[in-house]
T-cell receptor
Framework: DADVTQTPRNRITKTGKRIMLECSQT?????MYWYRQDPGLGLRLIYY???????NKGEISDGYSVSRQAQAKFSLSLESAIPNQTALYFC???????????FGPGTRLTVL | EDQVTQSPEALRLQEGESSSLNCSYT??????LFWYRQDPGKGPEFLFT???AGEEKEKERLKATLTKKESFLHITAPKPEDSATYLC??????????FGKGTTLSVSS
């Protein structure tokens, strides 16, 4: 079984809809991250969490919110989706600072 | 402003034709430089971490090196299965990673 899982893997939605992307991990890591990837722009950090009570904004947090329900679960919400949020979204985890991050398989989100 | 720049954006090689990918960075307080491989539609897969200038890491046909301003990913005698996008990232003061835009490598037989 994969260490970092993301659901759904693909989602098509309409402008204005609320969307939640979920991430679960079995690695026992405290640190979790959400990135988005756009062609030509690379991976950009949306939010990160160092533990259940610690949530931090990343480079591009506007229009997004997160919830850390447990050590193993970190959800990303789009309160009112817009077309320029169409992208590939990745969740990642790490054991500590300055060490490698483990990425999930990604969620492809299309906002019409 | 912290930045990571990868070059070239795309690289086409013949099987067996060795080459290098470049990652230059400007970041205060580097706490690790990371190389990842990403196949289309999949999540990045970790390759190497380098922490100090002069450090080198090897894995099969790949070798990563680090100086104070840049890192190279050397690919020796590549095979078609090495085709992928290679991402470089730096750790920003122990918080999260700053990624470059990647180099897309295509190896033809």
């Amino acid at each position: 079984d994969a260490d970092v899982t993301q659901t759904p893997r693909n989602r098509i939605t309409k402008t204005g809809k609320r969307i939640m992307l979920e991430c679960s991990q079995t690695k026992g890591h405290d640190r979790m991250y959400w990135y988005r990837q756009d062609p030509g722009l690379g991976l950009r950090l949306i939010y990160y969490s160092f533990d259940v009570k610690d949530i931090n904004k990343g480079e591009i947090s506007d229009g997004y919110s997160v919830s850390r329900q447990a050590q193993a679960k970190f959800s990303l919400s789009l309160e009112s989706a817009i077309p320029n949020q169409t992208a590939l979204y990745f969740c990642a985890t790490s054991e500590a600072a300055a060490v490698k991050q483990y990425f999930g398989p990604g969620t492809r989100l299309t906002v019409l | 402003e912290d930045q990571v720049t990868q070059s070239p954006e795309a690289l086409r090689l013949q099987e067996g034709e060795s080459s290098s990918l470049n990652c230059s960075y400007t970041v205060s307080g580097l706490r690790g430089l990371f190389w990842y491989r990403q196949d289309p539609g999949k999540g990045p897969e970790f390759l190497f971490t380098l922490y100090s200038a002069g450090e080198e890491k090897e894995k099969e046909r790949l070798k990563a090196t680090l100086t104070k301003k840049e890192s190279f990913l050397h690919i020796t005698a590549p095979k078609p299965e090495d085709s992928a996008t290679y991402l470089c990232a730096v750790n920003q003061a122990g918080t999260a990673l700053i990624f470059g835009k990647g180099t897309t490598l295509s190896v033809s037989s």
